[in-house]
């Protein structure tokens, strides 16, 4: 007996106007069972799920910023790097990079990632 195939056809769907999403910023879309957040990363978009893959936070909620990389020139042997390019989970401060999904810590683990693009001035979520 032959199986039956799930068709995933990608959706489109409208996230806002491009000049309402500045660098820094993120709008979070209302997609499938936990949302997905559009970031804008010094100018380019990329868009995450609001799920942590650590223990399921809201993960979107989290504070945007950098991480610490070991460095043996800097001053206490750390520098800043990837400012804008990270999300903290708000609930154990898990980061992710919002450009792969990739955990900092153990790039093994990850969220999912979602493709992004913009036409006349609007952006899309592909999901």
């Known amino acids: 007996m032959a199986k039956a195939v799930r068709s995933q056809v990608a959706?489109?769907?409208f996230v806002c106007a491009i000049d309402e999403l500045p660098p820094g910023e993120m709008?979070?879309?209302?997609?499938?069972?936990?949302?997905?957040?559009?970031?804008?990363v010094a100018g380019a978009l990329y868009a995450i799920v609001n799920y942590c893959s650590h223990e399921g936070a809201p993960l979107c909620q989290g504070l945007i910023?950098?991480?610490?990389?070991?460095?043996?020139?800097?001053?206490?042997?750390?520098?800043?790097?990837?400012?804008?390019?990270?999300?903290?989970?708000p609930w154990h401060n898990w980061e992710f990079d919002i450009t792969?999904?990739?955990?900092?810590?153990?790039?093994?683990?990850?969220?999912?990632?979602?493709?992004?693009?913009?036409?006349?001035?609007?952006v899309y979520l592909i999901a």
Do not use: H, S
Request: hydrophobic residues 25%; charged residues 35%; contains cysteine.
């Open 11 to 13: 959706e489109r769907r």
């Open 65 to 89: 910023g950098g991480t610490n990389e070991f460095d043996p020139q800097a001053p206490d042997g750390m520098r800043r790097v990837r400012d804008g390019q990270i999300v903290r989970c």
């Open 27 to 40: 709008k979070l879309v209302d997609v499938g069972k936990f949302g997905v957040g559009v970031y804008n």
């Open 100 to 122: 792969t999904g990739q955990n900092v810590a153990d790039p093994r683990r990850r969220v999912r990632t979602y493709r992004v693009d913009v036409t006349d001035g609007e």
